[in-house]
Each structure stands twice: as structure tokens, then as C-alpha cells.
């Protein structure tokens, strides 16, 4: 089986096949006109089984050329449904072939592209399930933060051109390992007898169908936690924007008890917190906007946020105490902690790709976070002194690379801070996290293979499998065998 790759200048740019040895050779297809890709996937050899297509951007930017907003859509549908139909006439002529086509990303360039981009995915995922076959499948592959372009606002940049070919290899693998299930097919004679096990659905077993079908359930489980993940941390990240001129800081304390009156402890509290903030940055000109204060427990006050007068001061106190406890033993401080504020969700995240980027840094790789930002990035750099690219990733794309490398006992951090706050909502916030405390697993339509079969499966904390199956669904298999045999 051979494969070819059919992409843009974004991927011809950066797809080389010594890059990416994790990943079978590609026969590297360059294509920018609707005409020449007719000419590609309609004269497919035989042995080309495998194929990954990229291209549609090139296509809407020469066919959609009017000022008016509705003739404009009326030609985006028209080419974008005449490359689906080259696609789909491909896949009808080739049925043991499989196609993976990418999403299309945004094309700065075009004034009125980013307002349509969401319409033009929907377009490309609508046609796609009308077609009717079960040998094409679309895939998303990179999120709207990841896309970084050059100033022609046309091609990625070096690391997101990088990234984006990696997760299109990564999706496409996951699809070309996966089987295809047509349930068209399991439509066999109502009065034929059913012997033994292997009734209908391609000669397969009741059991073998129950875990093809269990399996594609829990591949669309996966696919819709992503998309909610993906919202959910596109809104925190506008949440924490909104508070980037203010800092969290825990480990206060005061000799002095604070006052019972409201307004005096509040000036109490306020000037606590300039004289710590003076310990580390001495000329801090003691501005403040206003200090919200945890529980207070006594002498020791757990944890305030306070509002300073500009983003930049902000940035300036967290960088001193940074500076500050990098000095000596760093325990001159004592117990004190200055961050920025961010949302409960964002430091799970944090917890999360922390302990991904532990699993990264033993191999021929290193990786940090920058947790200090509304919306933290894992950075991941080659240790080979030939290779100076650093990929960065953000939290989703963090997990559909790297999800698969960390168990149950590498998120104790990350259950604890979440505790009870997510409930019956934690897979739809972090994907990996789950209800049982189990580390979340399934199969994947849009990246790497994921750890295990099963949405609700796990691993223990010495990183051993969870038997995933629940009684009823044993029950339900059970009772399958019983009339298949009768």
C-alpha cells in the first residue's frame, strides 16, 4: 500500500519525510488548481491506497472572487462542492481506498475569509457526511491559535507550518489503522437462519460487531469532549485577558490580627499587601485598584487577588518575585507565592500538560510550559543540536499529540486542584480527566492513538489498565450470544 500526500504550498513547504520518521513515506503531491486535482484523484495507481489531501484554501481563493457577500457564498459553495465531488467520484472508483481530507485553516490575506471560516468547515463537514460512502473522512487538525502566518498571510510560519503537518500525519495514521464499518451492510435476509456466532456485518461475530460499534461510539465521545474542550478554553483564555492586570498571592501573613470594622479591615488587608509586595519590588508606588480576600483563618491569610493599576505593573511585581526567588536558597520569601489570575480550569490545564511535558523531557526531547500567560503553551524542543525547532501547543493540541504518553498516576496533581468543581463535567473540560479518576481513553478520529478502547476506561496509579467494560454492557453481550444461538 502506498501513500500520497496532495497539499498546498503549506504542506509542501514543510512536509520532508526525514522530519517525521515516526510516520510511513508519502508520495508528495504539489497542487493549487481544481483541474490538476481532478487529473490527481482520478487517475489514482492501484497500489495507492492511502492518500491525504490538503488543498481546498488554494481552490477558494481563485474561484471566490465577488465583493457581493451572497454571490460570494454562492461560489464558495459551487467550488467547494465541485472539489468534494472530485473526491467522492475517487473514493466510489477506489472502495478499498481511504481518504483523508483537512479541514480548511484561515488565509489572512483574504479580508473576508475569517468571518466565513466556520461556514466554510461546516460546508466541508456537512458534504462530506452526505456523500455516502465510508472510505472518506474529514479531519481537523489545528486550532485557530496554533495558525501563526507569515506577513503574506498565505504560509504558516516555520513552527505552526511544522505542527500542522505533524497532527495531518498523526490524524491520518489514526484513520488508515482504523476499519471501516458500513452498517448499510447489515442488512442480511430476514428469513435465513442464524446458525452460530456469525451472523451478518462482514461475517462477523455479535461480539466482534458490539465492539466495532462500542468503539465507534466512544470515538464520537472523544471527538465531541475535544470540541467542548476546545470552547471551553478558548473562553477562559478571554476570561484571563480580561485580568492581566492583576495577580493572585498566597502565603500572606501579618503579625498584626486584623481589625473587626469592615473599612478598617479592608485598609488592613490593603496595606499587608503593599508591604509585601515592597519585600521583593521596593519601588512599588503602593497603587492598587482592589484586593478580594479568600477565608481568612487567623494570622495567616490565604490567598488574595488584587488589582493594580496596568497590565505592564502586573507583569513588573511577577517578574520581580521571580527574581527574588531565584536568590540564594530561595526560601527568603518564606511561603509566598505571586501569580497571575487566571480561571480554576486554566491551572488544571496547567496541571495537565505539566505532566506531559515530564513525560516528554526523558526522551530526546525537552519540554516546559509558560504557565504565566491567559492561555498557557507547551513547548517542546529537539535535544539534537542539528534540530533548533521548538513546537509549541496549546492545551488541546497538547492532548491530541501527547495524550496518549501519561497515566493515572501522572495527573494526581490535576484531580486534586480540579476536586469537586467540575463535577459530572470533567472530560468536557480536560478530555484526560474523568469522573472515576481514571485517565480518559478512547479511540481518536482526529490525531495520535490514544491509551486504550474505552471513553470510561482508565489506568491505575502504578499506570496498569482499568477493564473498561461496565456489568450491564457484559449483561446486554451476554444475552446477544444466548438468541444468536437459539
Given at each position: 500500500m502506498?501513500?500520497?500526500?496532495?497539499?498546498?504550498?503549506?504542506?509542501?513547504?514543510?512536509?520532508?519525510?526525514?522530519?517525521?520518521?515516526?510516520?510511513?513515506?508519502?508520495?508528495?503531491?504539489?497542487?493549487?488548481?481544481i483541474?490538476?486535482?481532478?487529473?490527481?484523484v482520478?487517475?489514482?495507481e492501484?497500489?495507492?491506497?492511502?492518500?491525504?489531501?490538503?488543498?481546498?484554501?488554494n481552490?477558494?481563493?481563485?474561484?471566490?472572487?465577488?465583493?457581493?457577500?451572497?454571490?460570494?457564498?454562492?461560489?464558495?459553495?459551487?467550488?467547494?462542492?465541485?472539489?468534494?465531488?472530485?473526491?467522492?467520484?475517487?473514493?466510489r472508483?477506489?472502495?478499498?481506498?481511504?481518504?483523508?481530507?483537512?479541514?480548511?485553516?484561515?488565509?489572512?490575506?483574504?479580508?473576508?475569509?475569517?468571518?466565513?471560516?466556520?461556514?466554510?468547515?461546516?460546508?466541508?463537514?456537512?458534504?462530506?457526511?452526505?456523500?455516502?460512502?465510508?472510505?472518506?473522512?474529514?479531519?481537523?487538525?489545528?486550532?485557530?491559535?496554533?495558525?501563526?502566518?507569515?506577513?503574506?498571510?498565505?504560509?504558516?510560519d516555520?513552527?505552526?507550518g511544522?505542527?500542522?503537518?505533524?497532527?495531518?500525519?498523526?490524524?491520518?495514521?489514526?484513520?488508515?489503522?482504523?476499519?471501516?464499518i458500513?452498517?448499510?451492510?447489515?442488512?442480511?435476509?430476514?428469513?435465513?437462519?442464524?446458525?452460530?456466532?456469525?451472523?451478518?456485518?462482514?461475517?462477523?461475530?455479535?461480539?466482534?460487531?458490539?465492539d466495532?460499534?462500542?468503539a465507534?461510539?466512544?470515538?464520537?465521545?472523544?471527538?465531541?469532549?475535544?470540541?467542548?474542550?476546545?470552547?471551553?478554553?478558548?473562553?477562559?483564555?478571554?476570561?484571563?485577558?480580561?485580568?492581566?492586570?492583576?495577580?493572585i498571592?498566597?502565603?500572606?501573613?501579618?503579625?498584626?490580627?486584623?481589625?473587626?470594622?469592615k473599612?478598617?479591615?479592608?485598609?488592613?488587608?490593603?496595606q499587608?499587601?503593599?508591604?509585601?509586595?515592597?519585600?521583593?519590588?521596593?519601588?512599588?508606588?503602593g497603587?492598587i485598584?482592589?484586593?478580594?480576600?479568600?477565608?481568612?483563618?487567623?494570622?495567616?491569610?490565604?490567598?488574595?487577588?488584587?488589582?493594580?493599576?496596568?497590565?505592564?505593573?502586573?507583569?513588573?511585581?511577577?517578574k520581580?518575585?521571580?527574581?527574588?526567588?531565584?536568590?540564594?536558597?530561595?526560601?527568603?520569601?518564606?511561603r509566598?507565592?505571586?501569580?497571575?489570575?487566571?480561571?480554576?480550569?486554566?491551572?488544571?490545564?496547567?496541571?495537565?500538560?505539566?505532566?506531559?511535558?515530564?513525560?516528554?523531557?526523558?526522551?530526546?526531547?525537552?519540554?516546559?510550559?509558560?504557565?504565566?500567560?491567559?492561555?498557557?503553551?507547551?513547548?517542546?524542543?529537539?535535544?539534537?543540536?542539528?534540530?533548533a525547532?521548538i513546537?509549541?501547543?496549546?492545551?488541546?493540541?497538547?492532548?491530541?499529540?501527547?495524550?496518549?504518553?501519561?497515566?493515572?498516576?501522572d495527573?494526581?496533581?490535576?484531580?486534586?486542584?480540579?476536586?469537586?468543581s467540575?463535577?459530572?463535567?470533567?472530560?468536557?473540560?480536560?478530555?484526560?480527566?474523568?469522573?472515576?479518576?481514571g485517565?480518559?481513553?478512547?479511540?481518536?478520529g482526529?490525531?495520535?492513538?490514544?491509551?486504550?478502547?474505552?471513553?470510561?476506561s482508565?489506568?491505575?496509579a502504578?499506570?496498569?489498565?482499568?477493564?473498561?467494560?461496565?456489568?450491564?454492557?457484559?449483561?446486554?453481550?451476554?444475552?446477544?450470544?444466548?438468541?444468536?444461538?437459539?
Amino acid at each position: 500500500m502506498a501513500r500520497v500526500l496532495i497539499g498546498s504550498s503549506n504542506i509542501y513547504r514543510n512536509y520532508r519525510a526525514l522530519a517525521f520518521p515516526r510516520y510511513k513515506e508519502y508520495s508528495m503531491v504539489r497542487c493549487v488548481d481544481i483541474e490538476s486535482f481532478k487529473a490527481q484523484v482520478g487517475n489514482l495507481e492501484p497500489a495507492e491506497t492511502e492518500i491525504v489531501i490538503s488543498v481546498v484554501e488554494n481552490f477558494i481563493e481563485k474561484a471566490v472572487t465577488s465583493p457581493n457577500q451572497e454571490d460570494r457564498m454562492k461560489e464558495l459553495k459551487a467550488v467547494v462542492g465541485t472539489y468534494l465531488k472530485a473526491v467522492e467520484d475517487a473514493a466510489r472508483l477506489n472502495p478499498g481506498s481511504k481518504f483523508v481530507l483537512v479541514e480548511p485553516i484561515l488565509r489572512p490575506r483574504l479580508n473576508w475569509y475569517d468571518d466565513l471560516h466556520e461556514n466554510i468547515k461546516k460546508l466541508h463537514k456537512e458534504t462530506i457526511r452526505s456523500m455516502g460512502v465510508v472510505n472518506v473522512f474529514g479531519v481537523d487538525v489545528i486550532c485557530r491559535a496554533s495558525q501563526n502566518f507569515e506577513d503574506d498571510g498565505i504560509h504558516l510560519d516555520k513552527n505552526s507550518g511544522t505542527n500542522f503537518v505533524e497532527c495531518t500525519l498523526e490524524a491520518a495514521e489514526a484513520v488508515f489503522r482504523s476499519s471501516m464499518i458500513d452498517l448499510a451492510e447489515d442488512d442480511d435476509d430476514e428469513n435465513s437462519e442464524i446458525g452460530d456466532k456469525t451472523k451478518s456485518f462482514r461475517g462477523l461475530s455479535v461480539g466482534q460487531r458490539l465492539d466495532r460499534l462500542e468503539a465507534k461510539i466512544d470515538e464520537r465521545r472523544w471527538n465531541d469532549n475535544l470540541m467542548f474542550a476546545r470552547t471551553r478554553e478558548e473562553l477562559d483564555t478571554a476570561t484571563n485577558k480580561s485580568k492581566e492586570d492583576r495577580i493572585i498571592m498566597t502565603g500572606l501573613t501579618s503579625s498584626v490580627p486584623p481589625p473587626k470594622d469592615k473599612a478598617q479591615r479592608s485598609q488592613w488587608i490593603r496595606q499587608v499587601v503593599v508591604d509585601t509586595i515592597k519585600r521583593f519590588k521596593p519601588d512599588f508606588d503602593g497603587k492598587i485598584g482592589f484586593v478580594n480576600q479568600g477565608k481568612n483563618n487567623g494570622r495567616e491569610i490565604p490567598m488574595v487577588e488584587v488589582k493594580l493599576g496596568s497590565i505592564e505593573t502586573a507583569s513588573n511585581i511577577r517578574k520581580a518575585f521571580a527574581d527574588k526567588r531565584k536568590e540564594g536558597d530561595g526560601k527568603s520569601l518564606g511561603r509566598l507565592y505571586v501569580a497571575n489570575s487566571v480561571t480554576l480550569s486554566t491551572r488544571v490545564r496547567i496541571d495537565v500538560m505539566k505532566s506531559i511535558a515530564k513525560k516528554i523531557s526523558v526522551g530526546n526531547e525537552s519540554a516546559y510550559v509558560a504557565a504565566f500567560s491567559s492561555r498557557p503553551i507547551l513547548h517542546v524542543k529537539s535535544l539534537n543540536p542539528d534540530d533548533a525547532n521548538i513546537r509549541a501547543f496549546t492545551f488541546i493540541d497538547s492532548i491530541i499529540k501527547y495524550g496518549s504518553i501519561i497515566v493515572r498516576g501522572d495527573l494526581e496533581e490535576a484531580y486534586r486542584r480540579a476536586g469537586a468543581s467540575f463535577r459530572g463535567q470533567l472530560e468536557q473540560h480536560f478530555v484526560v480527566l474523568n469522573e472515576s479518576g481514571g485517565h480518559g481513553t478512547g479511540s481518536r478520529g482526529t490525531g495520535a492513538s490514544r491509551p486504550g478502547t474505552s471513553g470510561t476506561s482508565g489506568t491505575s496509579a502504578s499506570g496498569s489498565r482499568i477493564n473498561p467494560k461496565r456489568p450491564r454492557e457484559e449483561e446486554a453481550k451476554k444475552e446477544l450470544y444466548k438468541k444468536s444461538k437459539k
